[in-house]
């Protein structure tokens, strides 16, 4: 059960308990004490059942520690203990105690498997080959193979896979230098920022869900994403999919701008304002990421003065229409960003909030005004809270105005 251990590695975390990964000469069917810290259940490894590790845990009692893998498959029940369980507990890090990298453990498991298969079968038969008595298969694995290594990266991504965790390391380890010349700040400090608060971090992908919206059926995701013990939820709208969505998989590292959503007395949340591939930061890459920054604090800053406009009494509907009548709504574009999805939009979003105020367009760029457009007056609409959060939500917009006549 991935939550029950998920909660047992939270709870040693925040005691600075660590957790060390199974090891086939101390785990047992559940998590154990060591003097080193709390070692993994085996069969928390995925494809790894509890008759596998009875088998291995009774051979273990019965006759010592294993002292190689070598040795572990000649004793081991291959009936009960197949190659490629023998392969996830390798990956997982079961035989970490070993002099052999986990690569060169991998390469010899079939030809291993295969003698011992091999001699297992004619024990039960009564069986005595000649040339077994001649030839010295120990010595055959007395030394590793000459293998390609793994990098760290494909350990990880296999520890998630087999664990649910990264175990031995983490994915930004390595990336460290580089988070902070780029100014990120880590998930831990995004928990304690005010709302509205706009950053740059880096994490890593743990798990992506793709979902279409029912009113547009544009795609979306929703992402956990994690830097190592903190973990939030990250939605990525459609907007950001559409040009992103190709980096949007398990274990990718992302570099993002991120702003603070939590309303009051909510859980906080997070909202992606651009995000990139971390592992391909450059110039360039840093340059957008900075224009992205000040762009989203600008409509951070333009939205809370927005909220912070008193507001005015209600007053009978007759004469609310009548005062709307007289009124346009102005809206001010990103004249460098705005595309025509952007547009459609707010065609729709026109149509839904249909009524008698005027609506003007004007695009902007670099504090400039470089055009304008009137709409047409069958898309006129009523000035309401409800258009005011269509609009604020809105991501070409940069500023929302109203004037009389």
Request: glycine share 6%; with cysteine.
């Amino acid at each position: 059960d991935l939550s029950k251990v998920t909660k047992i590695i939270r709870e040693c975390q925040a005691m600075h308990i660590a957790i060390l990964p199974p090891d086939v000469n101390e785990s047992t069917t559940v998590f154990v004490a060591t003097s080193k810290g709390i070692r993994f259940a085996m069969t928390a490894v995925k494809g790894v059942g509890e008759g596998v590790v009875e088998a291995i845990v009774i051979e273990r009692k019965a006759n010592g520690p294993f002292v190689s893998l070598y040795e572990f498959i000649k004793r081991i029940d291959t009936h009960k203990v197949g190659k490629k369980v023998i392969e996830c507990l390798i990956e997982a890090g079961a035989f970490d105690f070993s002099d052999w990298s986990r690569a060169e453990l991998i390469a010899c498991v079939e030809p291993m498997y295969q003698v011992a298969q091999k001699e297992q079968k004619e024990s039960e038969r009564g069986e005595l080959n000649f040339f077994s008595l001649i030839e010295d298969e120990d010595a055959r694995f007395a030394h590793p193979p000459q293998v390609k290594p793994l990098t760290k990266m494909q350990i990880l991504r296999r520890e998630k896979e087999l664990l649910g965790f990264y175990l031995t390391g983490h994915p930004l380890d390595d990336v460290k230098d580089l988070l902070q010349k780029l100014s990120c700040v880590t998930l831990e400090q995004i928990d304690n920022l005010d709302n509205g608060t706009i950053c740059r971090a880096g994490f890593v992908i743990e798990s992506v869900s793709i979902r279409l919206a029912n009113r547009t059926g544009r795609k979306f995701a929703i992402l956990t994403i994690g830097d190592s013990d903190i973990r939030f939820e990250l939605p990525i709208w459609s907007d950001i999919f559409d040009e992103k969505g190709h980096l949007l998989v398990e274990n990718q590292l992302i570099y993002a701008v991120l702003q603070v959503d939590k309303e009051e007395g909510s859980q906080k949340r997070l909202q992606c304002r651009w995000l990139d591939d971390l592992t391909k930061a450059d110039e360039t890459m840093i340059q957008e990421c900075d224009l992205a920054y000040d762009k989203a604090r600008m409509q951070a800053k333009m939205s809370s003065l927005r909220k912070s406009r008193p507001k005015q009494g209600k007053e009978p509907k007759k004469e609310k229409k009548k005062e709307e009548a007289m009124h346009t709504l102005i809206l001010k574009l990103n004249a460098k960003e705005v595309r025509l999805s952007h547009i459609l939009e707010l065609r729709k979003i026109f149509r839904e909030q249909s009524g008698p105020s005027a609506v003007e367009l004007e695009f902007w760029s670099e504090e400039r005004q470089v055009g304008k457009v009137s709409i047409e007056s069958t898309y006129g609409v009523e000035l309401t809270a409800k258009l005011k959060n269509l609009l604020e939500e809105h991501p070409a917009i940069i500023d929302i105005l109203t004037k009389s006549g």
